[in-house]
């Protein structure tokens, strides 16, 4: 595995003893495990297993279904570099703040803007120059995911789309999203839908260069 | 056929003999004959047949590829309503442009607004106020058709949108604007890819409406 | 979000708590809350909530799966615009009464026409001169969704092609019908499958232009 | 190969020369060569060899790209059966003669029926009781291929469904169509897109058990 | 719908209360009942209400799903025709017993073949002789689909090609069946994926055909 | 690259300059080039180069499309294993044909047998003692691709199953014979749709293993 | 059936008991019963029903969800070749030993090698010169698939490539992974999503040919 | 138009005297022009043009399809930060070429890495020091696009992901390579296929804030 990037153990697929068994290996290795696609199921057990620990930290996101545990001495990096996590709606908190989760481990630092999707364009205009600010944006957007692609024609900072899984019908669960951040005319890069890991991951490599070009 | 609905030769896969015999066909039944998806020499055919032809109109939209004869005594409809055609950029000018025709033949006044893609969002957002005087609009957009979804959250007209075939790779040919389209969080009614003819009749038949509505 | 469209509560993949939660809030901003796809339990929920509240007025419609609630002083819209909601057969009718319940809070008038599948062609024939004085039409069809096709060639109404989710096998849960619209001979335009909300919202908006025009 | 079937010779993706091979070892073989897909090419290459020999019969039919070359002594089966070949429209007829022309080779009597598509319903109900006095109908249809499925809610003649590859954009090159006819609510029995000859030999099947119980 | 087809109660989608009106109507229109895809729920209801009335009759086919209820006056067609409904394997018998019910209900005897798939190529050229003797096939086949094509290289009597949706990965739930049966170079016609009570209703069809020819 | 597999130039998408560099380079090299899908031109063109030079031994398959150029002292390596690359029918020369010249110049004996296609089942069960005596089989089909699944059934030998790039409409282009040999009920190994060049390959590599075996 | 290849009981989509009775049968016809995709319940009653059997042995795999039962006088084939088994992470565990299972009952050696995915390049390196040592390799991979094509890079053993339905999001479900080896740049033959049946049954007929060689 | 971004021409689609025209425009108002997907008869055309104007440079890149004209006094900018460009096999040279002018035009230093694509490990390993000295890593790779999957489990240095149309067959025309990017298990960004452009764009936006950052 790379250097830069976290183990993440992702708990779809896995039941509560296995991942309870992941993480302690993790601990173990690296002093933090960090769990994604956490069920409400897995993260009560997790904070009962841990939550009373001296010598552990948990930090639970239930919007993100992220669950992170730190041991005391744990020395999580520091960068010098600030990823902005923006959200066209509220069915975008998943993804995006599993994004949020990761970076933070990375040790970036993360501003979350939310709610801002094109159908109140107002809104979304308003909180431009603060994105400007960011050292890099993931935009999270479902349905017919035009956000990232309206902010790339306003924004000069590198820019990943996220595609989120929702919408029914055709192009539904995400593809039209996916598919519409391909093809976007203002030059995005992507990831897979609901990959937040995966945007997070990326995003917190561009940090890592830039924490190294500031020091 | 309907009767508010003009028929139409679509010259692809027809040689220019085959349409010349439509078109005179047309002329006998109808007193007009409108051409669709025209190549130059078949353009160039019905003009040096009907231009200097005394009895007869020929109107040729060489970036919409229609061509369209009246014979003298022939009388368009006249329709109290406006429709606003726009594009997205330069690619989108056929499928347009076919509409502009359809709906022009339907008796409708034709507004036409160019290249007010999303990536340059100031050009589009002085449009506006222009675009919510309209009756009907039609959106041509292709990529990732961001254009229609963001200006139906802007304007209260109708929108009826019309994907391009543009792009290529994932979602190109026009896949990735229909299924964001269909996707769209702002709640669009849409046509097929390119169907120029179809967005025309469809915002034609709106114009009856309203011209009888207003009679 | 546009003016002339009411905000709308999605009630798929959101808890009975958050839906009272939207509730409450869209009653307070704009005395008026509506929902679609809410399951039996979160409609008993809200019917035990505001049914015997003297300042709300509650409306189920069950096949439509729609909750609206009024607050007494609500002043809906009231449009001099009739739209014909059609169906090919009984799996039609949660997305058409989605759509009629939408123009209804748009203000227009709403005629329904039951189960006139082509399989049956002389019970819809029997519905066109009924249909041909509507103002507009959305037509729901599943299967492969012949009906809009064949009523289009009948009636000079604009009409809005609503393809339902119905079928097994290959272009099962609505696709051939979608592709059967979008390729449709008769020119129609189309929303996405299931899409009930956004083929009443574009009908809404032509009966709010039609309304303008006969003030 | 099945004995009640004949042999043919698909020049698609054949050199002229290659075809003229064929046919030769076809007439040595069985006393006659049928050609399906010819271009006006291999159809004149046939047409100069064969129209002035004595000895033989060439039968051309251009629009179903279709040649057939007879031996003098060739004894064509002759069926006491009739197959109704309907189209939607002009575009429908190179599969549809296709089918017509394998039909005759196999001794069934074909009932043609040109542009009948449901856009103008009263020409198609016209020719409904012709159609009821068929044994068998091979119904081609291409865009959305709704009449298919509008004829068998009608006859209660076995319908085999032949879908089209026109149309452009989403569900064009037939798949509408064939989605279409593969779901359609008046249960048909489907060939692939522009399978003219599949669905002939389909009907001349039916025509030679009819002729059996016939006798 | 046609007069020479059976109305039919597709159970899925539906609860047993549904069903048992749906069934009442039927009976009360027609003397008779077909109700397809029955859970067992929904058999053991309509076995419940109708076995132990003196007036009705009714057959249960578990395997294929369906309950048939005959008032005792209803006069069942009887038609002078065979039709062969063949199976690949056991995953096929409920589609091929969908079809064999609507066979039986509109008049034809049906004859039953079994696990004839070519794996076992032995067991399949034994049961040829007997094909031969069917006035119609519907061989059903899952997987790759292989049956129908090998069969029909062997017989002159028209097959229909039922594919069934077996199999996981690329191709399976019946798409891989389904498009082999329509490439078939033995040239078949075909029903979609499982549709079992289509491939009836056409066998029936042809079955008419045959009785009346046979008078 | 693999020790054991030789490399190949691909002719397709390059100039006969560039291949006739590519060429010289791999003698230069390895003291012989091999070049898959040439056409007529790159081939006349390379036996005018090398066919007159005493030094050099050329090779051509027209029908496989490729071109095998030695230097007088290559030593191509001989391996003591057969393999048979079958035929479905004449469509499928071409990928056949490039598996075989692979296998040549990996050293296995190779057996053609061609033209035993599911449509004429005696010929292809005549084959079957020939083919049951070779150490691997690939068999290369077109269309619905029953062929390798009939033998899988017949044989205990490897096979590796080549789809064929045959066939219009749906499941054209070789995908349903690629979805038929992955879903097989026989249980087959497969390459992709006209992957000769691969399907060679892996029979050689298990041709050196047998060869290593029985020295 | 294949004399060679075993008779394998599919338990998805069978009830216990029906696996039970298709065990009761397997044992009394051969001596012995193989059992996949067994859930945990069907495992724990054939375990009860044949474990203190002294007539019998039985072998469960859990993670590989097969069941093997012997009669005490079976004997199984034993053949002088080795099969490597490889998986690039612990999803791939199913498949990969359902093809392990597969194998010894075919009488092969297997040898596994586990989670040696291209993410830690270093852990697979080192495994290649055991690799090297196998007469076949099976290699399944999920997600993009990556580490069969870099294996084949680096052994000249023959590599069958076995996909697995894990990822979400785009390709998810083993497509990306299946469509990656069907295009694989080092020449894998493949078989479908999770068919580590097929897979096994390929690797132990190719493990039969070198053992006749051998002897 | 994002201000850091430059304006480009794309050739593809467009008349040599168009892509003149804009040319003309676009150094007037920029005092550059960029043309990317240029044939060999425009870019004559534009060397012709440009070659001998002693107020104009012009540099063309063959094999990246890119032109680039700059007035004299034109000013690039000069960022402090360098992207490594690598490919895995020399069909990705035109797009990877295209996001190489790119970036040097938005001022950033190209470092190409050429043919190291996964079927010659070795030569790829032996490039991963020299890629960890990169700010940014853009990787091209086509059919199964394995290259970026394995250099992301190697180096810490943020990539994008570019895949490329190669490849015959399912998956081909690098639908593969992106649903592998889209799937890896090493965490890529991605654009679409051949999307070279936006991979530039991309990596020049990442390089502008390095530059910030270094100032
Ligand atoms: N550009 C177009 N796109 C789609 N359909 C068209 C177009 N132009 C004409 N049509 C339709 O195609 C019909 C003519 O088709 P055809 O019989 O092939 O000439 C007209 O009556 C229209 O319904
Ligand atoms: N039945 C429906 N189908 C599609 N979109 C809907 C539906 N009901 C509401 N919406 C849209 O979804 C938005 C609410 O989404 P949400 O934020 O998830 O509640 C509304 O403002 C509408 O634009
Ligand atoms: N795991 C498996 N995946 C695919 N095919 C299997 C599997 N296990 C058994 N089979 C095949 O399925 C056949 C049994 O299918 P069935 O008649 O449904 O039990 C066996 O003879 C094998 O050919
Ligand atoms: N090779 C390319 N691939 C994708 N997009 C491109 C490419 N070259 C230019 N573009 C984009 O296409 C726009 C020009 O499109 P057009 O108006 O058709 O010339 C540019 O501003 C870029 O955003
Ligand atoms: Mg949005
Ligand atoms: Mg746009
Ligand atoms: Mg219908
Ligand atoms: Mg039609
Ligand atoms: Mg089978
Ligand atoms: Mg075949
Ligand atoms: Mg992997
Ligand atoms: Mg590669």
């Known amino acids: 595995k790379r250097a830069g990037v976290p183990e993440v153990i992702l708990a779809a697929g896995k039941t509560t003893?296995?991942?309870?068994?992941?993480?302690?290996?993790?601990?173990?290795?690296?002093?933090?495990?960090?769990?994604?696609?956490?069920?409400?199921?897995?993260?009560?057990?997790?904070?009962?297993q841990y939550a009373s620990d001296p010598e552990m930290t948990i930090t639970v996101d239930e919007r993100a279904q992220t669950v992170v545990v730190h041991e005391s001495e744990f020395d999580r990096p520091d960068l010098d570099a600030t990823v902005g996590v923006v959200t066209a709606g509220t069915s975008d908190a998943m993804p995006a703040g599993e994004a949020a989760t990761i970076l933070r481990e990375m040790g970036a630092?993360?501003?979350?803007?939310?709610?801002?999707?094109?159908?109140?364009?107002?809104?979304?205009?308003?909180?431009?120059?603060?994105?400007?600010?960011?050292?890099?944006?993931?935009?999270?957007?479902?349905?017919?995911?035009?956000?990232?692609?309206?902010?790339?024609?306003?924004?000069?900072?590198?820019?990943i789309g996220l595609p989120i899984s929702t919408g029914y019908g055709h192009g539904g669960e995400g593809?039209?999203?996916?598919?519409?951040?391909?093809?976007?005319?203002?030059?995005?890069?992507?990831?897979?839908?609901?990959?937040?890991?995966?945007a997070g991951v990326q995003a917190g490599l561009i940090a890592r260069q830039l924490d190294g070009a500031r020091e």
Chains 1, 2, 3, 4, 5, 6, 7, 8 share one sequence.
């Open 175 to 198: 593809e039209a999203a996916l598919s519409g951040l391909l093809q976007s005319c203002t030059a995005l890069s992507v990831v897979n839908i609901d990959a937040g890991f995966t």
């Open 109 to 159: 630092t993360v501003e979350r803007v939310e709610d801002i999707g094109v159908a109140s364009l107002d809104r979304m205009l308003d909180q431009v120059p603060r994105l400007r600010e960011q050292d890099v944006l993931i935009v999270a957007a479902g349905r017919e995911g035009a956000l990232p692609t309206v902010l790339a024609g306003l924004v000069d900072v590198p820019i």
């Open 17 to 48: 003893e296995e991942i309870q068994m992941l993480v302690e290996t993790s601990l173990a290795g690296t002093g933090r495990a960090i769990v994604t696609r956490a069920t409400a199921t897995t993260t009560a057990a997790l904070e009962e």
